[in-house]
């Protein structure tokens, strides 16, 4: 039977999930058209809009808050599945929020570049524009590899999830099956970001994160964790793998884009 404490945490976690995809897709949306085009127009871009490029810039540190919360919560509910699995999931996951604040200082930097870049005429070959795409590509590539610690971490995660029962097993089994695509998506990426996956990778997990967020907020856990049969010692997990069928698991979160 589920406590009263337990009863809430899971409502929590799932609160977080669907707080964390709200930020991550709204700053997405804001940024797209935004930093899209040559340097000199992302910067004509941000210098135009600059309270629409501030407002997606909190929204990242939001998210990137949300993941920490998510995370921490997430290891309380999955730790008596496997503590060392957990454990390294957690570290995954902690990864890719600090890497979204890196890219977040990216933006921080455009902001900077943009007005500078106006203000002097919008010179042609200028340092503003070296100093831009400098920002622009630390921006993208550190959301590119905190895409992968979130993989790395959703591996880990999700089979997790699905011993510990306290989703539907169904639901579970979605994000395991729809992460491996996220993961081809993010090693592309993170090996030439021209080569520019098809969205279809990621299509099928964008809605994961807020229908088992929605889940578990609304109807909290199905039942409590349970732990594996065998457990040498308490929160330590040695025992049957018969739950998982010898399954292994980020996080678009992050903002796609």
């Known amino acids: 039977m589920l406590t009263q404490s337990d009863a809430r945490t899971p409502r929590c976690l799932g609160a977080a999930f669907v707080f964390q995809f709200a930020t991550s ?7 797209m058209s935004i930093l899209a085009g040559s340097i000199t127009e992302v910067l ?3 210098s135009s809009n600059l309270g629409q490029m501030r407002t997606t810039i909190v929204l990242e540190l939001l998210t990137s808050v949300g993941i920490i919360v998510m995370t921490s919560l997430l290891y309380v ?5 496997n503590r060392a699995v957990a454990l390294v999931a957690l570290g995954l996951w902690m990864a890719e929020a600090v890497m979204l ?23 042609t070959a200028s340092s503003y524009e070296t100093l831009g795409s400098l920002s622009l590509g630390v921006s993208q590539h550190a959301g590119d590899i905190g895409m992968l610690f979130f993989c ?17 097993r ?3 089994l979605w994000g395991m099956v729809a992460v491996p695509l996220v ?5 592309l990426l993170v090996w030439d970001r021209g080569l520019d996956p ?6 099928l997990y964008v809605p994961f994160e807020l229908v088992l967020g929605l889940w578990l907020l609304i109807k909290g856990a199905t039942v409590a964790p349970t732990r594996l049969r065998g457990a040498s010692a308490p929160g330590v997990d040695l025992g049957t793998r018969n739950d998982v069928g010898d399954a292994k698991e980020r996080h678009p979160h992050g903002s796609v884009g």
């Open 25 to 31: 897709l709204t700053a997405g949306m804001l940024s």
């Open 152 to 168: 790395l971490g959703a591996l880990l995660w999700y089979p997790l999830l699905f011993q510990s029962r306290i989703v539907p």
């Open 44 to 46: 004509m871009n941000i």
């Open 77 to 81: 509910v999955l730790r008596d599945q």
């Open 198 to 203: 098809s969205f279809a990778l990621y299509a």
């Open 183 to 187: 993961v081809v998506a993010t090693v």
């Open 101 to 123: 604040a890196v890219k977040t200082l990216g933006l921080y930097a455009l902001v900077a570049l943009s007005v500078g870049y106006v203000d002097a005429g919008s010179p």
């Open 170 to 172: 169904l639901l579970s």
